[in-house]
């Protein structure tokens, strides 16, 4: 196992914890199709659960906070997160609510569709919120995703803000984030197509560039909000860094690898970017570590079971660092 951090210090992940049901097929289907010789597997996932395992196989003191069924797939879930070494202390069994589950569509490229039924992940509330305001204000970085209620999302970063914590929100999946919540975090990590989204979703001024310059010139405007890094992850083709108060854009590109499996690499990197922030490194840095663990994960299959660790990890930073 790692080596973990000051145990002073701390990523805090809140969010969801989902059973992912996958099928590996040749092709996704078109609406209406029915495509068969795929290849079923069960997987543990969630984006909040997934940042979880990610960011403490990287090596740090990792804290998940959820709401998770007493059925059989929560057995699962909470099994596994004790078994990562994750502090589930202030995660909530819910005896109302059905564990999240995701139906996971996989092509032979790696590239998936998905549909989750949230189940009790929905039903995290702001009095959860507050029961843990401590653990919340106190935590070294923090990142929260939106599989989870708005409101909820909004009374964490309030909570947070009354800490000197790391916020980073990814917002995936996106839906229209009011602004007071985009003014309390610190680092936003959207896709191409969720930062254009985001864009529209605030009705700012359209950006008539294309490519590279149209990422960096929507990344300008929506971090005119008060958001100091918008990160933008590009699959393939790495990511890209804007930098509000220096006004500056830093290009990461991607390691190329043959992706098996897409689902998770997201989590993959926020979790290890939560981590190595959790440790001191520098922003791009911790983009790079991320960039590279991002690289492992989608050569393997499923989404927690694809999260590497902190040697597989320093190994592949090298390849960025030379």
Do not use: W
């Given at each position: 196992?790692?080596?973990k951090?000051?145990?002073e210090n701390?990523?805090?992940?809140i969010?969801?914890?989902?059973?992912d049901?996958?099928?590996?097929?040749q092709?996704?289907?078109?609406p209406?199709?029915?495509?068969t010789?795929?290849?079923?597997q069960?997987?543990?996932g969630?984006k909040?659960a997934?940042?979880?395992v990610?960011?403490?196989r990287?090596?740090?003191?990792?804290?998940?906070?959820?709401r998770?069924?007493t059925?059989?797939?929560g057995?699962?879930m909470?099994s596994r997160?004790?078994m990562?070494?994750i502090?589930?202390s202030?995660?909530?069994r819910?005896p109302?609510?059905?564990?999240g589950?995701a139906?996971?569509m996989?092509d032979?490229?790696?590239?998936?569709?998905?549909?989750?039924?949230?189940g009790?992940n929905f039903h995290l509330?702001?009095s959860?919120?507050?029961?843990?305001?401590?653990?919340i204000?106190?935590?070294t970085?923090l990142?929260?995703q939106?599989?989870?209620p708005?409101?909820t999302i909004?009374?964490i970063?309030k909570?947070?803000s009354e800490?000197n914590?790391i916020?980073?929100?990814?917002p995936?999946p996106l839906?229209?984030?009011?602004?007071?919540i985009?003014?309390n975090?610190d680092?936003?990590?959207?896709?191409?197509g969720?930062l254009?989204r985001?864009h529209?979703?605030?009705?700012?001024?359209?950006i008539?560039s294309?490519?590279?310059?149209?990422?960096?010139?929507?990344?300008?405007?929506?971090?005119e909000?008060?958001?100091?890094?918008?990160?933008?992850?590009?699959g393939s083709?790495?990511?890209?860094?804007y930098?509000?108060?220096?006004e500056?854009?830093?290009?990461?590109?991607a390691?190329k690898?043959?992706?098996v499996?897409t689902?998770?690499?997201?989590d993959?990197?926020?979790?290890v970017l939560?981590?190595?922030?959790c440790?001191g490194?520098t922003?791009?840095?911790a983009?790079?570590?991320?960039?590279?663990?991002?690289?492992?994960a989608?050569t393997?299959k499923?989404?927690?079971d694809s999260?590497?660790?902190a040697e597989?990890?320093?190994?592949?930073?090298k390849?960025?660092s030379?």
């Amino acid at each position: 196992m790692n080596e973990k951090e000051n145990d002073e210090n701390y990523v805090l992940i809140i969010g969801s914890s989902n059973m992912d049901l996958n099928i590996y097929s040749q092709r996704l289907p078109k609406p209406g199709e029915t495509v068969t010789g795929g290849i079923f597997q069960q997987f543990l996932g969630g984006k909040g659960a997934n940042q979880a395992v990610s960011s403490v196989r990287s090596g740090a003191n990792t804290i998940f906070i959820g709401r998770i069924g007493t059925d059989a797939f929560g057995d699962q879930m909470i099994s596994r997160l004790t078994m990562e070494g994750i502090d589930i202390s202030h995660a909530i069994r819910d005896p109302q609510h059905a564990s999240g589950v995701a139906f996971i569509m996989i092509d032979k490229s790696g590239e998936n569709m998905i549909c989750v039924a949230p189940g009790a992940n929905f039903h995290l509330g702001k009095s959860d919120i507050i029961k843990s305001s401590e653990i919340i204000k106190n935590a070294t970085s923090l990142v929260v995703q939106m599989e989870i209620p708005i409101d909820t999302i909004e009374e964490i970063y309030k909570v947070a803000s009354e800490g000197n914590v790391i916020k980073i929100l990814n917002p995936a999946p996106l839906k229209d984030i009011p602004v007071n919540i985009l003014k309390n975090i610190d680092i936003i990590i959207p896709n191409e197509g969720e930062l254009y989204r985001l864009h529209s979703l605030l009705k700012l001024p359209e950006i008539k560039s294309e490519g590279k310059n149209k990422i960096i010139q929507t990344s300008k405007a929506i971090a005119e909000l008060g958001i100091a890094f918008i990160i933008t992850t590009l699959g393939s083709k790495g990511c890209l860094i804007y930098d509000r108060e220096n006004e500056e854009v830093i290009e990461m590109p991607a390691i190329k690898v043959k992706a098996v499996d897409t689902v998770g690499a997201g989590d993959c990197f926020n979790g290890v970017l939560a981590s190595k922030l959790c440790s001191g490194e520098t922003i791009v840095n911790a983009v790079k570590y991320a960039t590279a663990a991002a690289s492992i994960a989608v050569t393997r299959k499923g989404a927690q079971d694809s999260m590497p660790y902190a040697e597989e990890i320093e190994e592949q930073f090298k390849k960025l660092s030379n």
